[in-house]
């Protein structure tokens, strides 16, 4: 059978439209000096334009370009210093991979906005609040929604929930202001290392598949996340055959983005998951 609820959907980027009917592998690119992986760190120009062809050319779909880090004991740059370093590199993104989507990771309006109208960034992967802030307030939160709007590019709302009942309940709530307010495609990141335990995470991997009540596509960021490291005992360096199964998991639930820094080893899940889902269709014709 094919993929749980992935059949209709398909992202509006600048025009261009990204078919969600086999899961899509979206690339991460830090253009921070203090992202929690550190092979992840993309300071210099040529480390930048490094890392974006080898992720092209391993399969990703759209690059996430981000430029402020949001892990739980960082001290997050203030918005100048936020736009500068995106200022930077996302000419170099554009040179260097001009047919591939970029995304924009930021919780800013102003930095949306720019990214946005000044570079053509087709998507704004919004986190929410970084996890050493308060949590953001409706106000706040309702700017970014409508500087989306404006900018009628799709839209990904991360959860910090603390469980998947809560979750459900005000991702449904939020999805449905933000249809009012015009974002056309918003994209649900259940939000995996925000505002959780280890074993809530481990709840939302288990339960994943529920979140498609909310009736739009699904992301997940779980690469090389504490939620492997503190169980296994080991490092983000070290993760990267945790992340795979825990891919392989999100896929088998109907996951429709994933989110990593190791483009390869996601795309090869997204086959091997998509050559099963192909043969169980083919033995029942």
């Known amino acids: 059978m094919p993929y749980p609820s992935t059949a209709s959907f398909t992202l509006n980027l600048h025009g261009r439209l990204l078919s969600l009917a086999v899961p899509q592998v979206m690339g991460i690119v830090n253009c921070t000096p203090d992202s929690f992986y550190a092979d992840s760190r993309t300071t210099t120009e040529a480390a930048i334009v490094r890392r974006a062809l080898l992720m092209v050319a391993e399969g990703a779909a ?13 001290r997050p740059v203030d918005e100048h210093e936020e736009m500068e370093r995106l200022r930077r590199a996302l000419p170099l ?7 591939l ?5 930021t919780y800013r309006p102003d930095v949306a906005r720019m990214c946005v109208e000044e570079y053509g960034v087709a998507m704004v992967n919004d ?9 953001r307030t409706d106000k706040q939160r309702e700017a970014m929604w409508r500087m989306v709007a404006h900018l009628r590019v799709p839209y990904v709302l991360t959860s910090s929930a603390d469980s998947l009942d809560t979750m459900l309940s005000n991702m449904a709530q939020h999805v449905a202001e933000l249809h009012a307010l015009g974002v056309a495609d918003v994209v649900a990141d259940p939000g995996f290392g925000f505002g959780k335990t280890l074993e809530q995470n481990y ?22 996340k504490s939620m492997f490291t503190r169980l296994l005992g080991i490092d983000a360096a070290d993760a990267l055959n945790a992340t795979t199964v825990a891919h392989t ?11 990593t820094h190791d483009v390869k080893a996601a795309v090869e899940a997204v086959k091997i998951v998509n050559a099963t889902h192909t043969t169980e269709q083919g033995s029942k014709q």
């Open 93 to 99: 993104l554009q040179q260097a991979c001009p047919t």
């Open 62 to 74: 759209i690059l996430d370009v981000g430029a402020c880090s949001t892990r739980p004991d960082s």
């Open 203 to 224: 709840d939302v991997l288990h339960r994943l598949d529920e979140l498609h009540l909310l009736r739009v596509p699904l992301l997940v960021g779980l690469s090389r």
């Open 101 to 105: 989507p970029l995304s924009v990771d």
């Open 249 to 259: 998991i999100a896929l088998t639930k109907g996951v429709h983005l994933l989110r």
């Open 127 to 135: 986190v929410g609040q970084p996890a050493s802030h308060r949590e």
